[in-house]
C-alpha cells in the first residue's frame, strides 16, 4: 500500500482534494447538505495561507469566485442546489469571460427547496447550461469519497486548462458518507499559471481587460465560436466506469451515487445469471457519446436509472440515436435509494428484449 | 470466498450507534479492507430511530446504502420493529437485551444474539459503553475483524478529550465479546 489512508466524509474529500490542489481562496454560504465542506475549510483555509470567507449569499460567494479567478488564483465555492441557482448568473459571466473555477454542487432534493436528501435533479441545470447564453462548464460526479477527492484535486488543473468553469455535481449521498481515501502529494502554487491573462496589477505591461461583454460587430460571434471550439476540444476529458460491459446484452447508465448503488444490483444480478453490465459516466461533460455509441453499435440495449424523472436519459438517447432506445427508470427524490429499488427494473429491461 | 459484512446499527439518539459505525467502519480501514460507512437520515430522526450502515468487503464496495442487511445492532425497541423484517434469513441480530425483550427476536428465522449491554456496561461502571458492548459482541458473532482490530482504532473515534477513556471502552468491547452465547 502507498499513502496513508484516510477515513473521511465525501464532503471533507472535496475540502481536502481542494486543499492539495492549491487552492487558496474558498468563498461560501452554508447549506445543507454540503456544510462539512466550509466547516472544514473554516479553519483548514487560513492554516494552508488561504482566504476563507462565508459570503453573505451565494450570489456573492459566486461573484468572489469570479474575482478571485480573474487574479489568476486556485478558488472555489460550494453549494447545494438552491445556492447553486442563485449561482448561475456569474458562472455564465465566467464562462463568458473564460475565468477558471471550482464550483461544487452536492445536489438536494428539488424543485424550490425541496428537501435535503438526496437528488440528481440538477443534471440539466450542470450540463445543459444553467445560466444565460450559449455555454458550457466541464462537469465532474464523483461516485465515491475517493473520487470526491481525485475531481476536486483535478478539477483545478481543468479549469486552468480550459479557463472555464468547472462544475463538480455530488449529492447527499456520496457527501454524507465515509470511506478510505488516499489523499496525494500537495502540489506546490504555479506563479506562471494564467500568467498570459490574469489581472496582476498593470505595472510597464500592456492593460489587460476580462469581460463577456462584446459590442462591435460580429464580435460576439467570433466570442462564440472561439468558445464551441474550446467546448469541442474538452471532449479530450471524457471519463467513464465501465462495470461488465464487455458482453452485456443490457447496459445500466448511472452516474453518481446511483451508479454505485446500480453497480450492487448489478453484481446480483450477473450472479443469478443475467448479462447485465453498468456504465457510469464521470464526466457529464463532455459526455461519454462515443463510448456508448459504439457499445449501441455492438447491438447492446440500455436503460438509464436516475434519481429524478429523466434528463440524463436524453443525453443516452442522443448518443445512441439511430442505433437503439434506452430505457429509464426514475427513483424519485424524497426517498433513499437502494440496490434493491433497482432489481425489478433492470429484470423488466433485460426482458423487454 | 470474498469477505463481505454489512450491518445496520439502530437505536435512539444519544446511544452512541454512529460512534461504533465509525470505528467499526474505521477498523475495517486499518485491517486493509474497503469500508463505507453512511448515517442515514430521515423522518426517524425526530424522537425515533438513529441509524448508521456500514460495509465492509475484501472488494470494492457498490452501494453503501442496505434495504435487506446481513446483520443488526440492535439498541432498543423501535428499532427492532423497524429493522427486523429487512434482516435477510439466517442474518445476524444483536438485540441489546437490557432494553429488548429477545422474545420479540424471530429466532427461528434470525441468529440472536442477546446482548445485556446497558447491564454490563454499568457493572463496568458506565451506561453510556451499551453501545461499545453490542459492538463487542456483534464482532465475536460475526468474526468480521479481529476485536483486537477494534480496540485498537479506538482511539481515532473518540474526541482527545475522552481519550482516558478509551481503556474503559476497551473492556467494554471485551466484555461484550465475551457475553455472546452466554446469555
Redesign the interface.
Known amino acids: ?1 502507498s499513502a496513508k ?1 484516510i ?1 473521511i466524509k465525501g464532503n471533507e474529500a472535496i475540502a481536502q482534494g481542494a486543499l492539495d490542489a492549491g487552492c487558496r481562496c474558498y468563498f461560501g454560504y452554508p447549506i445543507t447538505p454540503q456544510n462539512d465542506i466550509p466547516e472544514m475549510l473554516s479553519s483548514a483555509m487560513p492554516a494552508a495561507g488561504g482566504e476563507f470567507v462565508q459570503a453573505e449569499s451565494e450570489v456573492a460567494s459566486a461573484n468572489m469566485l469570479l474575482g478571485a479567478a480573474a487574479c489568476g488564483v486556485r478558488a472555489m465555492t460550494t453549494s447545494s442546489s438552491p445556492g447553486v441557482s442563485l449561482m448561475q448568473e456569474a458562472i455564465s459571466y465566467m464562462a463568458g469571460s473564460e475565468l477558471p473555477g471550482v464550483i461544487v454542487n452536492m445536489n438536494r432534493g428539488g424543485p424550490g427547496l425541496g428537501d ?2 438526496s437528488s440528481q435533479g440538477d443534471y440539466y441545470q450542470s450540463v445543459k447550461g444553467g445560466g444565460h447564453g450559449d455555454y458550457r462548464t466541464l462537469v465532474l460526479a464523483p461516485a465515491s469519497c475517493q473520487e470526491c477527492y481525485d475531481l476536486t484535486f483535478e478539477a483545478f488543473d481543468l479549469a486552468f486548462k480550459y479557463r472555464n468553469p468547472v462544475l463538480l455535481l455530488g449529492d447527499a ?1 456520496v457527501g ?5 481515501v488516499t489523499p496525494r502529494p500537495a502540489l506546490p502554487l504555479d506563479p506562471e499559471a494564467g500568467a498570459d491573462w490574469k489581472l496582476t496589477g498593470r505595472g510597464e505591461r500592456a492593460p489587460r481587460i476580462l469581460k463577456s461583454l462584446f459590442l462591435d460587430d460580429g464580435a460576439l460571434a467570433g466570442q462564440n465560436l472561439h468558445l464551441q471550439q474550446k467546448y469541442r476540444s474538452m471532449q479530450a476529458e471524457v471519463r467513464y466506469e465501465a462495470f461488465e460491459t464487455a458482453d452485456a446484452e443490457l447496459i445500466v447508465v448511472a452516474f453518481g451515487s446511483i451508479g ?6 448489478v ?1 446480483s444480478l450477473r450472479a443469478q445469471g443475467f448479462k447485465v453490465g453498468l456504465f457510469r459516466p464521470i464526466t457529464l461533460f463532455p459526455f461519454p457519446e462515443a463510448e456508448l455509441r459504439a457499445l449501441a453499435g455492438q447491438g447492446k440495449r440500455f436503460l438509464t436509472i436516475e434519481h429524478n424523472l429523466g434528463q440524463m436519459v436524453d443525453d443516452v438517447r442522443l448518443a445512441v440515436r439511430g442505433l437503439t432506445d434506452s430505457d429509464f427508470f426514475g427513483f424519485l427524490p424524497g426517498n ?6 433497482f432489481d425489478a427494473p433492470i429484470r423488466a429491461a433485460v426482458k423487454g428484449a | 470466498m470474498s469477505l463481505y459484512q454489512d450491518v445496520i446499527i439502530a437505536g435512539f439518539g444519544g446511544q452512541g450507534v454512529m460512534l461504533i459505525g465509525n470505528l467499526l467502519a474505521y477498523a475495517g480501514m486499518e485491517h486493509g479492507l474497503n469500508v463505507t460507512y453512511i448515517p442515514v437520515y430521515g423522518p426517524e430522526m425526530r424522537g425515533g430511530t438513529a441509524n448508521c450502515t456500514v460495509v465492509v468487503s475484501d472488494d470494492a464496495i457498490g452501494s453503501p446504502i442496505i434495504r435487506s442487511p446481513k446483520s443488526l445492532i440492535i439498541m432498543n425497541r423501535p428499532s427492532l420493529d423497524k429493522f427486523q423484517p429487512q434482516l435477510i434469513d439466517g442474518g445476524v441480530l444483536v438485540v441489546n437485551s437490557s432494553l429488548v425483550d429477545p422474545a420479540l427476536a424471530d429466532a427461528s428465522r434470525v441468529r440472536l444474539v442477546p446482548v445485556a449491554a446497558n447491564e454490563i456496561a454499568d457493572s463496568l461502571g458506565n451506561t453510556r459503553m451499551a453501545n461499545m458492548v453490542a459492538l463487542g459482541a456483534y464482532v465475536e458473532a460475526t468474526g468480521v475483524l479481529p476485536l483486537s482490530a477494534v480496540e485498537d482504532s479506538l482511539g481515532h473515534v473518540i474526541a482527545k478529550h475522552y481519550s482516558h477513556l478509551i481503556p474503559k471502552n476497551a473492556e467494554a468491547l471485551r466484555a461484550g465479546a465475551a457475553a455472546v452465547g452466554k446469555a
Open positions: 500500500m489512508r477515513f435535503i436528501g449521498i454524507q458518507m465515509k470511506e478510505p454505485r448503488i446500480a453497480k450492487s444490483t453484481r433513499m435509494p437502494t440496490p434493491e429499488d
